[in-house]
Nanobody
Framework: QVTLVESGGGLVQPGDSLRLSCAASEHIFRISVMGWYRQAPGKERELVAYRTLAGITVYADSVKGRFTISRDNAKNTVNLQMNSMKPEDTAVYYC?????????WGQGTQVTVSS
């Protein structure tokens, strides 16, 4: 069982930056894949980015070059640095962990990009 708690959401203007953090109850060096997903109103949940223990990183095309995912083993966190944000980045962002072939989710944090 893994508990995930997200933080760092909020309201920003287009072009601004925001950093999300996800704290895990399990040592993340034991978690094979950790990532971020998002769900905008009226849309399905979609992958934003994930990073494996081996260091493989995958990003959605819509965020490549703007978002960076990182894992901090010492703090048991996975972070998402979001730069050059756009209104279409507005969504609830969820942290995900794949641990022993089971998926775990955080409660989500709202990110709103608006002028």
């Amino acid at each position: 069982q893994v508990t995930l708690v997200e933080s760092g959401g909020g309201l920003v203007q287009p072009g601004d930056s925001l950093r999300l953090s996800c704290a895990a109850s399990e040592h993340i060096f034991r978690i094979s894949v950790m990532g971020w997903y998002r769900q905008a109103p009226g849309k399905e949940r979609e992958l934003v980015a994930y990073r494996t223990l081996a260091g493989i990183t995958v990003y959605a095309d819509s965020v490549k070059g703007r978002f960076t995912i990182s894992r901090d083993n010492a703090k048991n966190t996975v972070n998402l640095q979001m730069n050059s944000m756009k209104p279409e980045d507005t969504a609830v962002y969820y942290c995900n962990a794949n641990y022993h072939n089971s998926d775990y989710w955080g409660q989500g944090t709202q990110v709103t990009v608006s002028s």
